[in-house]
């Protein structure tokens, strides 16, 4: 009897969980960095606050990469910098059109995301808000080049609360999946599209799996496909490039 029990449990609790299509797929799998040290110097000369986090043995040598997030307190919303360094030498600087606030900041993952043999990085940074527009992030992806710099892309999309990439065609580039929140009809609906980062670039690749797909946004947890708007109809809906695509 007891044993019965806990099989209509776990059978139960496997019903109750609830999944998006694309997460029948393979994720990836990270290194996550979470150590963030903060200074904040906003009431200081130099009125900023910096964030940094340090990932020993990340290159191919051992060398350790230390990424480092800079806001401003006199224009805290909008351009802040983006600074890595290989050891000590800081080999990259990129300027980010959002504040980095150390209160949300999420972990740095790493891994190789569009399989050819160097590390990436990937970050996540919320805006913060109220009702949906807490979920609104940042995603910043540092591809790394065979020469160790970084093609850095960035785009607005929403959290859920990690979105991990998904191998669909096993080909070991795996599909980015971007969020957004769209109305259609007095409707509003969660649209998900694909995108590979090929060729220095992201590219829409939906044809892979008959994307984008639209789930009725319900206040309860839903997961499936919406039945209120055809496949066919969903392509009006895709993107070409991510919300605030920006390639530097």
């Not at 829409?204 to 055809?230: D, G, H, W």
């Amino acid at each position: 009897m007891r044993t019965s029990l806990l099989l209509i449990l776990v059978v139960w609790t496997g019903i109750l969980k609830g999944q998006y299509p694309f997460e029948k797929y393979p994720a990836i799998k990270y290194k996550a960095y979470i150590d963030w040290k903060t200074i904040d110097r906003s009431q200081e000369k130099e009125k900023d606050v910096q964030n940094t986090l340090i990932i020993p043995n990340f290159y191919d040598n051992s060398d350790t990469l230390t990424i480092q997030l800079t806001s401003f307190a006199d224009h805290y919303w909008d351009n802040s910098v983006v600074r890595v360094f290989r050891n000590k030498t800081e080999n990259q600087r990129i300027i980010e059109n959002m504040a980095f606030n150390p209160i949300g900041l999420d972990s740095v993952r790493v891994a190789d995301i569009n399989g050819d043999g160097f590390m990436d990085i990937k970050v996540v940074s919320p805006y913060m808000g109220n009702g949906t527009a807490s979920l609104n992030v940042k995603v910043i992806y540092l591809f790394q080049r065979p020469d160790h710099s970084f093609d850095v892309i960035s785009f607005d999309d929403k959290s859920y609360p990690n979105r991990p990439e998904r191998d669909f065609d096993n080909d070991g580039n795996y599909e980015i999946i971007t969020m957004n929140l769209v109305g259609h009809e007095n409707h509003s609906y969660w649209l998900f599209n694909l995108f590979n980062y090929k060729n220095d670039e992201l590219i829409n690749v939906n044809s892979k799996a008959n994307y984008p797909i639209m789930i009725q946004f319900l206040f309860r947890e839903n997961f499936e496909i919406t039945n209120k708007i055809s496949r066919a109809k969903m392509k009006d809906f895709e993107l070409k490039l991510p919300d605030c695509y920006e390639r530097k």
